[in-house]
């Protein structure tokens, strides 16, 4: 008996790593073999989720954070080329500032340095990952950054996305999640709409330009950026496919299951590729009504890495 171990993190507490680690000793517990494999939504973690499958070593180099203070930095790179460039960790709601987390003046130009160093160390192809950000200026600081670094060459930008957000609609779907008031969000729209007069293609007809507050689209409009399904992206890194075919069953977690767990995002997208097998869930918490969720086999709660093993365990005795 074989199952798939494909949780997120437990954001704030547990890497996916971690959590998948703790579910498969419960399964090994039960005489189940497991197949550890942790996963990402394209923000916070993703990087560490793709460092194995594509053979990725980190270079660690100067950025800034939202707000322009000084911070190190990773990216990682393959020996052919392909470059992975994740927005949490330079432009992230969690990244620390010592002042003011000012919504308005916070810009994405540590990402511009991160890929504009990834480019200059020979990538030829940049993965930007951009779940996460704390952002929301349309690109144009990370746009300046590149640009006066001297550009990227021929390198090609490929951008991990799972929101369908239009371009100005950025700051109205996720600006009060970065600390954006009404009167924050009003301006923050205004600017996209003046950005997105200024930029060298409109990018508002593209589905997904208003991730990570407009990144998306900013990179899709100066440098040719194709937008992709992160979710997509990296599972058929992590060849899941495979897994799954070789498999009677998978577990995913992560740390809140709602009613929207099932329908975007890396969830939703193992859920769509797992070819009938039964599919638990293994979370932190539940929000109210979402405990008997019609996608999965079954849910449990567990929040503790001790109660995450026992959860592996119970699951176990459902195979033997």
Known sequence: MTVVVAPDSFKGTHSASDVA?????????GGVTAVRMPVADGGEGTLDVLREPLRLGLIEGDAVNPWHAPLRATFGLSADGLAVVEVARTCG????????R???AADTAGVGLQIADAARHGAREIVVAVGGSAT???????????????????????????????????AVVFGPQKGADPGDVE???????DTRSRLPRDPEPVIGSGAAGGLAGGL?????????????YLLDALSFADAVAAAQAVVVGEGRLDAQTGQ????????????????HAVVGSVADGAEHHP??????????????????????????
């Open 21 to 29: 680690a703790a579910i498969a000793r419960g399964l090994e517990a």
């Open 264 to 279: 975007g995002k890396i969830v939703s997208e193992i859920l769509g590729r797992s070819a009938g097998r039964p599919v």
């Open 136 to 170: 929301t200026d349309g690109g144009i600081g990370a746009i300046a950054a590149i640009e006066a670094a001297g550009g990227i060459g021929d390198a090609q930008l490929t951008v991990l996305s799972d929101v369908r957000t239009r371009y100005t609609d950025a």
């Open 187 to 193: 301006f923050l729209t205004r600017r996209l709409r």
């Open 102 to 104: 000012d919504p308005r």
């Open 93 to 100: 709601l969690t990244i620390p500032h010592l002042g003011i």
């Open 220 to 232: 899709w409009a100066r440098f040719g950026a194709r937008i992709v399904s992160g979710a997509g």
């Open 295 to 320: 996608a999965f086999a079954d849910v449990r709660i567990a929040s503790s890495l001790a109660d995450l093993e026992a959860a592996g365990r119970s699951i176990a005795a459902l195979y033997r």
